[in-house]
């Protein structure tokens, strides 16, 4: 089982996804979040094809397409973080970490 926490930034919500595969394929998911738009994307999406999700473009992929339904923000990290657990769980990548880091230059 692969476990990825996003910290949004400002918005101070946490996602916690929990990923897993049997077959290296399939992934279930447990998505914990604090994100009051976030929170019905928890309730539908329990699967997903991992071949679907991270072979296909930006936008295209089942997750994003949830995600536009729900998220009021396009710079959210979370459905990126959804894929990156799928990948790891099913193999198609190894886990590491990603970061964004955001800091004003004078």
Known sequence: ?????????????????RADSEDMQNASLEIETDCPNLKPLTAELKTAD??????????????YK????YC?????PVPCGIIK????????????DAA????PVS
């Open 85 to 96: 657990g799928i990948e790891a769980a099913c193999g198609l990548a190894l886990p590491k």
């Open 100 to 103: 964004i880091q955001i800091k």
């Open 50 to 63: 991992s071949f679907k999700e991270c072979f296909a473009k930006i936008g295209e992929s089942g997750v």
């Open 1 to 17: 089982m692969i476990e990825v926490q996003v910290n949004s930034g400002i918005c101070g919500f946490r996602t916690v996804i």
């Open 66 to 69: 949830l995600a536009a339904k």
């Open 72 to 76: 009021k923000h396009p710079a959210c």
